[in-house]
């Protein structure tokens, strides 16, 4: 399997167009490692077929590339992998520094809703699948932190995507079976409800 890059660089109008389709970041989000249209799919609760559709489009605009096959009874499914685990939207991109933001935050927006919707779904999965004999091990971490700046946010979600990286590489290299988990990370401004003071 061939190593991806942490974070590329976009400068590619085409690409960013991609990039920033909220759909299309979700799929790129479950290609970190190499992964079927409809193996992605029922990951993130869409159709193979829709899946399908927009990795082409990833594909075209050279975000995705093909990793390989694997035979599935009778059929032989196409395996496809991000090019990089993160995306950083360049400024020489032609879009103002405020359209660029805006676009920025509209996807990850987007991107935290389909998120926690994903959570809630496993988490009404896994309690509907229990019994009162099973215990189904979990953990949350919540905590509010002060980034003064942008630069600080992302050098903040930079420093903690390196550390959970270096976390699950020691993990999955410990054993190549076993119950496998979902991590996941949002960062976003708390809002005036949660007493957020502007």
């Given at each position: 399997m061939e190593d991806i890059k942490t974070t590329h660089r976009v400068e590619d109008p085409?690409?960013?167009?991609?990039?920033?389709?909220?759909?299309r970041g979700d799929i790129l989000y479950h290609l970190r490692e190499p992964a079927s249209a409809s193996q992605v799919a029922r990951e993130i609760g869409e159709t193979p077929q829709r899946v399908n559709y927009?990795?082409?489009?990833?594909?075209?605009?050279?975000?995705?590339?093909?990793?390989?096959?694997?035979?599935?009874?009778?059929?032989?499914?196409?395996?496809?992998?991000?090019?990089?685990?993160?995306?950083?939207?360049?400024?020489?991109?032609?879009?103002?520094?405020?359209?660029?933001?805006?676009?920025?935050?509209?996807?990850?927006?987007?991107?935290?809703?389909?998120?926690?919707?994903?959570?809630?779904?496993?988490?009404?999965?896994?309690?509907?699948?229990?019994?009162?004999?099973?215990?189904?091990p979990s953990a949350t971490l919540e905590t509010n932190i002060i980034l003064a700046s942008e630069s600080e946010r992302e050098a903040f979600v930079e420093d903690y995507v390196r550390l959970v990286e270096e976390l699950a590489s020691r993990y999955q290299a410990c054993t190549s079976h076993g119950r496998p988990y979902q991590l996941m990370l949002a960062v976003y401004p708390r809002t005036a409800k949660e007493g957020f003071d502007e």
């Open positions: 085409e690409q960013a167009a991609a990039l920033l389709h909220p759909l927009h990795l082409k489009a990833l594909e075209k605009a050279n975000l995705v590339r093909r990793a390989g096959t694997r035979q599935v009874k009778n059929l032989v499914e196409v395996l496809y992998q991000a090019i990089a685990r993160s995306f950083l939207l360049a400024d020489t991109l032609g879009f103002s520094p405020g359209t660029v933001q805006k676009l920025k935050d509209q996807s990850a927006l987007a991107h935290l809703i389909q998120t926690a919707d994903r959570i809630r779904a496993d988490a009404v999965d896994l309690m509907e699948r229990s019994d009162e004999a099973e215990t189904l």
